[in-house]
Each structure stands twice: as structure tokens, then as C-alpha cells.
């Protein structure tokens, strides 16, 4: 069972729970520490559970057929991953890599079927979040044909501090630029020189390990109007 700490920590979705079911959720939580470069999922297993990241941060990638690895998007602390795929309890279509030392929450998907068909809040939060996640889904899509490397970067961090997908209410993340690369599908050498940019243009603040966010609705904004 999870800590109370930690739980709070995490399962932002639990607020709205009855004390019952907010009960039954972190009875059935558990936690695992994944080091850096170690799987929590490679495409086709089949595990039924629902996963957020106490803290690190995760990257969700494909390989297409020509063997080349497509980074989908990054999960970062207090996002939570996978719900599609418990709720139809089928094999996942993606890996998931830790970028660095990472430390997950694992909800038994018997448990998250239960409060998905019995707490009206949960099932509120399953929809804003699955509306979210396509959304994301398809602005990548049109990020990786319109936009170029800085407008990419840009989106691609700004959807780390997403309200919805990761409400951690901090506008701080310890990510390195070969990190942010990694997530936006491009080389540590791109990636330093997009961000310096955007820091030249006052959205973001660069500091060792670290990025800051001045505006993030510019971030989210930055290039085109996609």
C-alpha cells in the first residue's frame, strides 16, 4: 500500500473521491522504482495496471517497422498512463522507458474498473483525461509534419506542465536538454539549441538540470497557430 504521503502525492484524482473509494484506491496501490533506461512496459505485455509517476519522468515511444524508435510523449510527476489499455484490459501498444530514476504508482486494474463503474468523480476524470491525451496525440501528429525543431521543442515541453495530464501546480522540472531531446524526438544538439532560443524570447529559463517556465501559454502558442 501506498503512503499517505505519497499518495496524495500522485492520485490528484482521488480528491474528489468518497472516503470509501479513496480508501479502496490506495489499498490497492503499490510502488515500484524504476533506475534509469529500465522498461515499465514493452509493447505487447499484457499487465493489468494503471500507472503514475510519483516523481522522475517517462517517455512512451513506438518502433516502427523500419526499426526506427518514434518518441509518442513524455509523462512527468503526477501524470498518469495507460488507462486505455486497463480499461480494455488488452496488451499495450507502446513501450514505456525511464529517462532517469523514476518512481511509479501501480493501481490493479481490477480496482480501477471498479471505481470506474461505481464513482461518478472517477469516471468524470477518465473522461477529461482521455479527451486530453487524443488531443495531445493528434497535435503531435501535426507538430511532426508543420511545425520545425524550436516550434516542436516547444509544445513538447509545454505539454510536460499540462493542468489536466500532469497537475503538479509547479511551473519547475528537473529535465536535462538531452531529457527534453528524448521527448521531443530530436538530438541533445537540437534540443540546446531550440531551447536557447526560446529562452532568448523570455518563455523559458534554462538553469543545470533544470528548466524553468516564464509563460507557458507562449510555450503552448510558440510558432504557427496549429
Known amino acids: 500500500m501506498l503512503s499517505e504521503a505519497k499518495f496524495q502525492t500522485v492520485a490528484h484524482w482521488a480528491q474528489d473521491l468518497s472516503e470509501a473509494d479513496r480508501d479502496l ?18 509493447e505487447n505485455d499484457h499487465v493489468d495496471a494503471w500507472f503514475g509517476v510519483i516523481d522522475g519522468l517517462l517517455k512512451i515511444c513506438v518502433v516502427a517497422e523500419n526499426g526506427e524508435a518514434i518518441t509518442l510523449t513524455g509523462i512527468s510527476s503526477s501524470g498518469w498512463v495507460g488507462e486505455g489499455s486497463v480499461i480494455k ?14 518512481r511509479i504508482a501501480l493501481l490493479n486494474g481490477r480496482t480501477f474498473r471498479w471505481l470506474m463503474d461505481n464513482s461518478p468523480p472517477f469516471n468524470k476524470f477518465l473522461v477529461r483525461q ?14 511532426g ?12 515541453v509545454a505539454w510536460l506542465f499540462n493542468p489536466i495530464l ?22 541533445r544538439q537540437t534540443a540546446s539549441k531550440a531551447l536557447r532560443q ?3 524570447e523570455g518563455l523559458l529559463r534554462l538553469q ?17 497557430t496549429l
Open 25 to 42: 484506491a490506495r489499498r490497492n496501490m503499490s510502488e515500484k522504482l524504476l533506475p534509469k533506461g529500465a522498461y515499465l512496459l514493452h
Open 89 to 102: 484490459n488488452e496488451p499495450r501498444r507502446y513501450d514505456v522507458v525511464a529517462l532517469r530514476d523514476t
Open 130 to 143: 482521455l479527451n486530453e491525451r487524443l488531443g495531445q496525440f493528434i497535435a503531435f501528429l501535426g507538430y
Open 145 to 156: 509534419r508543420l511545425l520545425d525543431p524550436t516550434e516542436r521543442l516547444a509544445r513538447s
Open 166 to 187: 500532469s497537475p503538479n501546480n509547479q511551473l519547475q522540472l528537473g529535465i536535462s536538454q538531452e531529457e527534453i531531446g528524448l521527448i521531443s524526438g530530436m538530438s
Open 198 to 200: 526560446l529562452q532568448a
Open 208 to 224: 543545470h538540470g533544470r528548466i524553468e517556465i516564464l509563460d507557458l501559454d507562449g510555450l503552448g502558442h510558440y510558432g504557427s
